[in-house]
């Protein structure tokens, strides 16, 4: 687990700053002397910052509590968060974006009034509020919470005033998925001239490059989607064995589920590929040169091919959300749950089964891509959820490369953001019923690997807490769209969903307001300098460190490729069968389809 006890933040304390009184700073908050919204001097409160676009909605003097000693401020509600402002704190103009007293209006999970003698939860703007509230909890979707006393003495209404607005700015942020991305540059820095600090894969050039670093040299980047009208939850290039004809491409595709065909994901140095792809239609009918494109596709070159069937054995969407959702109570706060009867409750949320399950099942995979030269095809239905998971994983456990920082955001961004994982919907940001946070599940998976095997992993706990934060934080695109196209529509990168495109990123259009090479992976408009040097692990042994990511021509695996490998992986798998609960043959036969392929 990777939280460190009930309620505590995931975020990484901030760089400490002695408080400063003046002009630009909060007021006192004593009596009634704060400024009217909209005031200039409320403005000049605000002028730290206040990001472009930003409104101030309204305002309450109050204290913030859980803390000691307790720490007097302004709750502030805008259009983009809500943030309290200690008296005399002043917002870092090197990191703009973030503070550890803001919650951006998408990670407010649930909103709580309170008085002495009632508590009313706050849904949406029509929800009944007939009292005036003495206090607000906000609970943070990241497990943190903003606890806020107002006070007395004809500031009341504020209080009242501040706790519906940020109702009515939540409900529309959400209504209208207004996630767009908010336009900074840092001092120097034109929008024009910041360069991406991990590739983006937006680009043919930018595949090309990574395939020539793979050395995937039976492999050549597709243009056959480039404008999303082969999978339109696909990015727009991909890779497909370079013997395979783009028209077949396309029509092989057509068999699959939203598209998604048989495609590369990863080359092992040592000659196998892992490949991953969504199910077949069952109502297709394919051809018979249909069916040989398919074959040389997921054969890929080799004739050894093992097709990986991705959900067995792993949970479901609906079992991971409501294991998050227990997991959730159960860290929060105010969780009712006894101290001594916490680790009970935190085994029946069966998240860490979920956890263990996942780490099962690479391990497994792993070994089918390490131990001789063949194709290995992941097989999920929709191809967007755990086949992702899972070929992460397998790259963490086989590729040095990929436990690096830069190898790491790099991984994420193909196999997650360019793959098309429904992050909005995933994590509940439109509304329907089909919420799951895999993400997060494997983010978990990757902290369980990083304390198994601290030396060989260059980043930190710092790091994947702070990535788990992101995805809450609504200042870039990254996490908050389902698929490149939409990502690419927002921006102005695509005119059109399918017929018209702009490559690269020129020619925006007049007052977009978002700066479509800003990602998550800019971490200095969110972190300090200080904080950044956190996400380095101070533990990594440089022996783990690849030599190089150069093309290998090995026709098999060589000795150094799965040294040490094969002893962490058999470690790995003795301490799941460990954590397996035993269960009886008659139960495992039928968990188990016996005419299943054994892998």
């Not at 704060?34 to 109050?62: H, N």
């Not at 001092?187 to 991406?196: C, E, I, L, T, V």
Request: proline share 7%; charged share 20%.
């Amino acid at each position: 687990m990777w939280w460190g006890g009930r309620g505590q933040s995931f975020n990484i304390a901030p760089q400490k700053e002695e408080p400063e009184m003046g002009p630009s700073g909060p007021k006192s908050v004593q009596g009634s002397g704060m400024p009217e919204p909209g005031s200039r001097q409320l403005g000049s409160c605000l002028a730290s910052g206040c990001l472009p676009g930003e409104q101030v909605l309204a305002w309450a003097p109050g204290v913030r509590k859980g803390l000691d000693p307790e720490l007097p401020g302004t709750l502030i509600c805008t259009n983009l968060r809500v943030t309290f402002q200690p008296c005399g704190w002043q917002r870092s103009q090197e990191t703009p974006l973030s503070s550890e007293y803001d919650f951006a209006l998408a990670n407010i999970g649930r909103l709580e009034a309170v008085s002495s003698l009632s508590r009313v939860q706050l849904h949406r703007p029509g929800s009944p509020l007939k009292f005036i509230p003495e206090e607000i909890l906000i609970h943070g979707r990241d497990f943190r919470l903003l606890r806020v006393g107002f006070e007395t003495g004809g500031l009341e209404p504020q209080a009242f005033q501040v706790t519906m607005a940020i109702v009515q700015a939540r409900a529309q942020s959400s209504q209208a998925q207004q996630y767009a991305g908010i336009t900074l540059s840092k001092a120097g820095q034109s929008a024009g001239s910041r360069k991406p600090p991990v590739p983006l894969l937006e680009t043919s050039e930018d595949w090309e490059t990574e395939r020539t670093k793979q050395g995937a040299s039976g492999w050549r980047v597709s243009l056959v989607n480039e404008r999303f009208d082969v999978a339109t939850s696909l990015s727009r290039y991909f890779w497909v064995p370079i013997r395979t004809l783009d028209s077949e491409v396309r029509r092989a595709f057509g068999h699959f589920h939203q598209g998604r065909g048989p495609r590369l994901s990863w080359h092992h140095p040592g000659g196998s590929d892992l490949l991953r792809c969504g199910g077949f239609y069952t109502a297709s009918d394919p051809n018979k040169e249909d069916i040989r494109t398919v074959e040389s596709m997921l054969q890929a070159g080799h004739s050894d091919v093992v097709l990986v069937d991705t959900m067995d054995e792993l949970p479901s969407l609906a079992d991971v959300q409501l294991a998050h959702l227990r997991l959730r109570a159960l860290c929060l706060p105010d969780s009712p749950v006894a101290e001594d009867k916490w680790l009970s409750a935190l085994e029946g949320t069966r998240w860490l089964d979920y956890v263990r399950s996942c780490l099962r099942k690479a391990s497994d995979v792993s070994v089918l891509v390490t131990s001789r030269v063949r194709s290995v095809v992941l097989q999920e239905r929709g191809d967007r959820d755990f086949n992702g998971l899972l070929s992460s994983l397998v790259q963490l456990l086989s590729a040095p490369e990929a436990r690096t920082l830069l190898g790491f955001q790099s991984l994420v961004q193909q196999e997650w953001v360019a793959a098309g994982h429904p992050f909005l919907t995933r994590l509940g940001g439109t509304g329907v019923s089909e919420k799951a946070p895999v993400f997060l599940l494997f983010l978990d998976c990757v902290w369980q690997l990083l304390q198994q095997f601290p030396a060989e992993f260059e980043f930190s706990e710092f790091f994947l807490l702070a990535l788990h934060d992101s995805v809450r934080v609504p200042d870039t695109l990254t996490f908050l769209r389902d698929t490149p196209r939409d990502r690419g529509k927002q921006n102005g990168q695509f005119n059109s969903y399918t017929q018209v495109y702009t490559p690269g990123y020129s020619q925006l259009p007049t007052g977009n307001s978002v700066d479509p090479q800003l990602s998550v992976w800019d971490w200095d408009l969110r972190y300090s300098n200080e904080q950044i040097l956190q996400f380095r692990n101070p533990g990594y042994d440089p022996k783990y460190r690849p030599d190089s990511w150069l093309p290998r021509q090995q026709t098999g695996l060589s000795a150094p490729t799965i040294t040490g490998l094969q002893d962490e992986l058999a470690h790995l798998q003795e301490l799941l069968r460990k954590w397996t609960p035993r269960i009886s043959p008659e139960d495992h036969s039928k968990k188990r389809d016996p005419n299943s392929q054994s892998r």
